[in-house]
């Protein structure tokens, strides 16, 4: 038997009591959000109608380091969490790497993904301000999953908004939402008034994740008792996904050991910034250091191809506007089969971070990346959700790297979530029908001229 | 706080060192598998076409109480064991129940259910023996899905008959068998002498898991190198299986507590022959009592409507006779929503316990199981598979009692796995389209006329 077990679970006595902010150990903040009108930054007053009056506090604090986790969220955490910490070994030796592998597998519940940490804190404080129900916005319905999980829960009502080809292709998505009580709308649809502009301009388009936040956010706003809520991007959302760095640090000072790079897949960075939250913490504070990498996809490549500016975080423009790395709010991304990893934009944190150099960023392409899926379905027996194979992939090549060298590094990558929605996609890959999909300097030129001019910025 | 946690999670250092062979304490053994021909009972050469040579040795092996389990498979168990023990307080406090409600959760692994138990140990035992492939037959896709992983971590190869409506009503599961390297065939199949024959005779059938089972059993025996395995029903599969109830008699000893009843779904047993395993033992040595309740569906009542006799396990009957409680090996159950339940009779082992008066059996209806489902994903989390759901029903049913009677009994039930693959089912439900299917006894009794005579039995 292995000194290390494959799987080390934290007791429950031990869940993190905060969150941890990571923006408070910065010394170069990330950029304010801007009211687009006056290229001022938002004030609480700004955000109260759109979201709840806590979270509003939580995104707009850049000082307080920790914040302490209310009892019921707690409790509820208890359900699914503290998530296991996983050394790899089957797919250490399956590569013959002297690398060793670890993985915080946060697909054990039924919302498929991690989302569910932030979700069941939304809604908590949603439900703590009296409100009757929220909005949202789910592309590969994860996080719709998550939030509707969180609302059957707190008993409130829950507005998703689903992109109109994932509500089409993954109709056992909506369902799962459904049983959980949820209200499950296409977009664009004809309930809102930028759906109806929408839908005119582009006449039977599936609509992208941009123009489903443009929807749930108007529903939001013109519903009485609703906010709108959100699963990435956010400073919030990275703050309540620190639990996941959190834990995946206390399990490693259990096991008497650290990782050298920590490796997460990178969407709009909800993920990735709680992963890395409190190793980064001590990477800034000069207790130790890391190597950091965010994988986002070659089809979607905002952190490796995209520009640091002031950008829309939705089509319809009725968002403020956040300082990230973008390719722009206009891009529509090639249809890729990670559908949680299409969004134009980064979090604000993840951006200034890579901007001051303090991690790297890799884009992979999808084919290679379902390949390492595969592999790692086959070795360590869980199907991995696409976007989070995107880590797996990284990770795999680091490891294949520290065998060509003879390094015997320790690497941790988040493993965001299972595939078990996702086998269209598989079965393209089993069919050898997936393709890859590479946007051209032209395209991604053209978008980012299209990037708004802002006072001040 | 509360003293017992949600989830009791044993060290992977307490995993079972053996399979507990329940037979062992029985007094009245289980009667044996007959050849058809004879009457006689089957001999280790008459099994060693079909089964691999140490899984028959475990089949027929009625003394020996405890199975050294391998190294590897124990290996293999710790990606994914030990499951955890939950403790249902949110169900508890839904139900407003003084009962405490305790689960054993099997779905945390890819095949999604307790299945893997039983696979990793069946493919292990037939690469040791020097195949290259299995055959078996699913009908939900749960047992072939975790073949198919067992098969791809030791290099074997796998084909899978699947009942033909499970293979066009769930293509994902079949995808994810695929992507684990399994062939994959829709059941009857042209391939084999029995399919060709069942075509031949019912045209346009969408098949059955008695029909499967028989192309399984002509397909490993006409292929040389190969065996067939079986999920469910047989003393070996009860055996893998046990590692379920020694696990979770483990952690109620670790909390300090015991149940007062133990409920399990009942298909062909294997999953509560293995939970109520080493409890029952307890039982049968005097040294503890509890009560144990089976849960069949209303549409296949094999325990609360069947007759205990010899009977085929399969529609070709080319399979041995197994002495079961049974409708009748030519009942072709309604198509219920819980393939995995939709066997015309249950494991020797179960039926003999159960003739012995040593547990009881309920049968329930799909609607109202489905209710049971929605209320424990809704507090719990975790959306049941509708095979589990029929336990969730029992034991909500049971904690209802107490409430009304104010006991407060502890209630263990096995929850067997998720149902991410069962959405059709739950958009059924969630658009109040179920329908309920309970046999005539006419139907039944004309299908217990066509049980074989035996020679002697």
New interface residues.
């Given amino acids: 038997?292995q000194t290390i077990?494959?799987?080390t679970?934290l007791?429950?006595?031990e869940l993190p009591e905060c969150w941890y902010n990571l923006r408070a150990d910065m010394a170069k903040k990330p950029a304010p959000l801007l009211v687009p009108a006056t290229g001022k930054p938002c004030t609480e007053a700004d955000l109260a109608p759109v979201f709840c009056e806590e979270l509003i506090r939580q995104e707009l604090d850049d000082k307080t380091p920790l914040f302490k986790i209310p009892k019921q969220i707690r409790d509820f955490y208890?359900?699914?969490r503290p998530s296991p910490l996983v050394r790899a070994y089957?797919l250490e030796e399956a590569l013959g790497t002297p690398a060793k592998i670890y993985y915080k597998f946060e697909g054990?519940?039924?919302s498929?993904s991690h989302k569910l940490n932030s979700a069941v804190a939304q809604a908590y404080y949603a439900k703590a301000q009296g409100l009757k129900g929220v909005t949202t916005e789910t592309g590969a319905g994860q996080w719709g999953t998550a939030l509707s999980?969180a609302c059957?829960?707190f008993g409130l009502d829950c507005h998703v908004f689903m992109v109109k080809c994932s509500y089409e292709q993954k109709?056992?998505r909506r369902?799962?939402m459904?049983?959980?009580?949820a209200d499950v709308t296409p977009s664009p649809s004809m309930t809102t008034d930028v759906g109806r502009l929408i839908n005119a301009e582009h006449p039977g388009t599936t609509g992208s994740l941009g123009c489903a936040i443009s929807e749930a956010v108007e529903s939001a706003v013109k519903t009485p008792g609703y906010r709108y809520v959100l699963g990435s991007v956010l400073n919030q959302v990275l703050l309540h996904q620190s639990i996941i760095g959190l834990e995946a640090r206390a399990a490693f000072k259990k096991l008497g050991t650290k990782p050298d790079v920590i490796i997460g897949c990178a969407g709009g960075g909800s993920n990735l910034g709680g992963l890395i939250a409190p190793f980064m913490g001590e990477k800034l504070r000069g207790e130790a250091d890391y190597r950091f990498v965010a994988v986002e996809p070659a089809s979607c490549p905002s952190l490796t191809r995209g520009k640091y500016a002031y950008d829309y975080c939705d089509t319809g423009r009725i968002c403020p506007l956040a300082k990230m790395y973008t390719i722009g709010a206009d891009y529509i991304p090639s249809a890729s089969h990670a559908g949680g990893l299409r969004f134009h934009g980064m979090s604000s944190t993840i951006s200034e971070l890579y901007d001051q150099g303090l991690m790297e960023a890799v884009s992979v392409k999808q084919t290679d990346v379902f390949a390492a899926a595969?592999q790692f379905?086959?070795?360590?027996?869980?199907?991995p959700a696409p976007e989070s194979s995107h880590a797996i992939r990284a990770a795999i090549d680091e490891a294949l790297k520290c065998k060509a060298e003879g390094r015997e590094e320790t690497i941790l990558f988040g493993l965001t979530g299972?595939g078990?929605?996702d086998?269209?996609a598989?079965?393209a890959f089993?069919d050898g029908k997936m393709t890859d999909f590479v946007p051209s300097d032209a395209d991604i030129a053209a978008s980012l001229e299209k990037l708004p001019k802002v006072v001040g910025a």
């Fill in positions: 038997m077990p494959y799987k679970y007791d429950e006595s208890r359900m699914f089957f054990n519940n039924t498929g999980m059957a829960f109709p056992f369902e799962v459904r049983t959980y009580g595969q379905a086959r070795t360590e027996g869980i199907l299972t078990y929605f086998m269209t598989y079965q089993n």
